[in-house]
């Protein structure tokens, strides 16, 4: 097949001074992404090849964006959502010369994406790995990759950018925050779940400050998408409430720039650009082909694709004199006019608002105010108890008041997992009232994880809840604020059998065990309403992590600290909260959760029958490890081998602190529906049983010795 190029993007166009810069910037765009592509001898070209224009005409001409400060706060943001393409994003990188910055946020001199890196591309340290990689690459403003992930971001960040308006914006400051949201995806974005949910939500609070630009070429890896994708994309989004625009080539800028600001003149909706375009866009043999999807011309091809562009057709990772300067004279000089003027309004701003600018100034360094644990409860010790969802909702209320940027809501869920905020001026947050601090996700947990990372990347501090069980729903997105290093704050409930009566669906069995499998994910099961408190000292101190709090649904007493060890010991992931007297235990019985009070029932009755036990309170495997080894042994001591851990739930990994002849309490199976005292029974998570492990341990390891 050969491909007759017309566009006037090619060679054969007229050229002014300013179309032949264009021509040049956006082949330089395509053939770098080319010969990057081909280098790595693997990678996705053809998109790059054909959003080239797409991309050029977004960045040239509209994003708001300063290549020498990539981090300054009211950026517009540009997300790949079509991560594969990631080539496209590290060429725009180069070519505008974007600046290094350190971990710190602070800007360094060096280019964030070299010549060299392009050259190295997907090779073990380059900063151009496979997928973009926030905090890996400056400038790249989220990790994508798993297709959905990026335009579902992209609402995290356009709700951020809604309620830091109306909270900072102030007479005489009313653009103070403005910015708006761009992300590029493709069919594989369109059809995956995740971006229905965040699209509906999107419309439905009227985000008119976000755009998505679908890259509607019709192909994806099998072929044609009519293999498996035959909706209609405009009127779906029609009926989420959104504007959409359509241009039906790729290459006509013209027709871009006029979607684009159709896009900022529109005030009530989001925005979807559909864009018809040619994937390979050039290359003779592979344009329109799911081959020019995901592997690499062939310098054959690449010749040829060369020749049409007009472009020297032996030339590697060309960069034709007179591009770095467009694109300086570009969006260089308008990002860098916008942001030092910001910066002037900022100085401004700080002489009459110097509280809300002291603000800004901390949550975006992810500090906290001066005094945010001010008023943090303590509860008194209780046999009956609370349910740690109940102590959690007092502990974040009382948080919440000192830290203004703490905001966050449920999927639907709120009334479960106690997460509202109730106390004065919390207010709802809806396309009425961007100021609220209360999160209405809907039924969409997956793309409320996404959203929380959005939400984090514009640095406020958000929360998000829901039943523990449907973690898995959300896994993706979850996955990804542990991979960005993002102190994202999850709330999961109704954490065990202890939901009763709703039954196996809704019983966690193997998602503790998931999440202490994942990477950077901190999980935190307290054992009672105290630890609770603690548990939430530690989770706002994080900078870096995402945490998983885990909590019950069911009343647990809150333990007698006069009697036991203090719950500040969460901090360290895991305490001695009762031990023998004179410490020697014979027996260590390990518990998290609503597990722990149940290990010192069998702890009373062990110790009455003259048995020297120890009950440790584990309420999070990640903070345990990473004490030193001296405190390690001191909780868990090498010597006592006889060792039970008691936790509701599948007993993957436990052996880890139990050793390997060490004894489980746990669940096999998917639990059953039930009222919770016949639960405990059936599955063996009464005093009596613990007990008789804790004996059984002792005899097995006295007679190995
Ligand atoms: C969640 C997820 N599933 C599958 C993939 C593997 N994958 C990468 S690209 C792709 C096809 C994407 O097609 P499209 O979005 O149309 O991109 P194009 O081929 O047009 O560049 C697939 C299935 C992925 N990255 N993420
Ligand atoms: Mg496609």
Redesign the pocket.
Known sequence: MSVAIHSPLTGLQQDTDQSNLDRLSINTIRTLSMDGVQAANSG?P??PM?MAPVAYCLWQQFLRFDPQDPVWPNRDRFVLS????SMLLYSLLHLTQVRAVSKDYETVGEVSVPLDAIKTFRQLDSRCPGHPEYRWTSGVETTT?????GVATSVGMAVARQWLAARYNQPGFQNLFDFNVYAL????????GISAEAASLAGHLRLSNLCWIY?N?H???EGK?HLAFTEDVATRFIGYGWNVTRVSDANDLEMLAWAFRTFQNCKDRPTLIIVDSH?GYGAPHKQDT?GA??EPLGEEEIRLAKRNYGWPEDAKFYVPDGVYDHFRQGIGKRGKELRDAWFAQINEYRKQYPELAEELFRMQHRQLPEGWDRGLPIFPADSKGLATRESSAKVLNAAAKNIPWLIGGAADLAPSTKTRLTFEGAGDFSAENFAGRNFHFGIREHSMGAILNGMSLVKVRPFGSGFFIFVDYMR?SLRLSALMELPVIYVFTHDSIGVGEDGPTHQPIEQLSHMRSTPGVVLIRPADANEVTEAWKVILQMHHAPVVLVLCRQAVPTIDRTKYAPAAGLARGAYILADAPGGDPEVILIGTGSEVSLCLDAYAQLTKEGVRARVVSMPSWELFDDQDKSYRESVLPPGVKARVSVEQASDFGWTKYTGSEGQHLGIDTFGASAPLKQLLKKFGFTAEHVVAAAKNQITRHRSSK
């Open positions: 996705h053809g998109t054909a079509i991560g594969h393409a990759g798993p297709l959905g992930q995806c493709g069919d594989g974005c369109m059809m995956e890259d070429n192909i994806t890896i998408t994937i799911s999807h995901g993706g």
